[in-house]
């Protein structure tokens, strides 16, 4: 009975040494961890400062053509946006009249009239439709100084940017782009808030778009320094309210991992600025994993 209970505890004490080896190698002194990890300077760089306001189209004092009613469309040389000169033929319309013959029988003619411009523009809108009735108001037409581009209120921080001699790229909702310049920047109204004026150098392209919505996008000609680091060193985690958090691993002198969540800026090519959770010069590793986690020590290769 004495070898069974004796051989019981050899037993048992092998157990808890398997349960110590075991312990140690998982949680031991530092939890050193050895692989392949580069780790990387966090440094500032030079960026360029964007902003987007709304762009607003205004068209002032339209002409608009009326022709005699009951006349037909025959011809269109014009369409909405093409510009038009004193003397072009812009449309023809037909009407019918009964006539007398040399032997005195009565037959239905054709009558052709044109519409010839009375003065340089654009056609703003053209309502007609070859082969029916003329509406109301067959077309109207517009002279380029009547027709204006501005921007939004703009606020005080895009002040410093939105300044006469910008570039700006107005980008409308079908994805059309043309680039202009701020030519001036005025008091809108009485409200005290500024706007810009911008040049309208595609006048086709704005009457093309001139119920779309506009967003004019500029970018400062001073820089800013901010933080950014390679987007692969954001890690993603879920959550128990289905939201996400992003962090990166932090290495100090002696290689410990620290686990710090940041806040993520604009995303430019293969880097993404970091506005809150880092500091300029902290090191971070470059190519994470998921065996990574706080309160290791890694060893890198050299």
Request: a positive charge.
């Amino acid at each position: 009975m004495e070898k069974r209970t004796d051989f019981m505890k050899i037993i048992m004490v092998l157990c808890f040494a398997a349960v110590a080896v075991i312990f140690v190698s998982k949680h031991g002194k530092n939890k050193e961890k050895k692989a392949d990890y580069e780790i990387m300077s966090v440094k500032k760089e030079q960026r360029e400062v964007k902003t987007t306001v709304d762009g607003i189209i205004e068209i002032n004092n339209l002409i608009e053509v009326k022709v005699t009613k009951g006349l037909k469309t025959k011809e269109i040389n014009f369409h909405e946006g093409d510009q038009i000169k004193k003397g072009d033929v812009i449309a023809t319309f037909t009407s019918y009249v009964t006539r007398k013959g040399k032997n005195g029988k009565r037959y239905r003619a054709e009558r052709v009239r044109r519409y010839v411009s009375g003065q340089d523009g654009y056609i703003f809108k053209m309502n007609l439709t070859v082969g029916e009735e003329v509406p109301e108001i067959a077309f109207s037409i517009v002279k380029p100084e009547n027709i204006k581009l501005y921007t939004g209120s703009i606020k005080q921080e895009d002040r410093n940017i939105l300044v006469p001699g910008t570039e700006v790229t107005l980008r409308f909702s079908n994805n059309e782009k043309i680039k202009s310049e701020i030519v001036r920047v005025e008091k809108a109204g009485n409200s005290g808030d500024l706007r810009g004026e911008v040049a309208v150098a595609d006048i086709k392209g704005i009457l093309a778009n001139v119920e779309k919505k506009i967003s004019i996008d500029a970018i400062s000609q001073d820089k800013k320094e901010v933080l950014a680091i390679p987007v692969k060193t954001i890690v993603k985690k879920e959550k128990s309210s289905g939201n996400y958090e992003n962090y990166v691993y932090v290495v100090d002198v002696d290689n410990k991992v620290t686990e710090k969540q940041v806040t993520l800026g604009e995303v430019n090519g293969g880097t993404i600025d970091i506005e809150e959770g880092l500091k300029d010069g902290e090191r971070i590793i470059a190519n994470p994993d998921s065996g990574l986690e706080k309160g290791i020590v890694i060893k890198t290769e050299k």
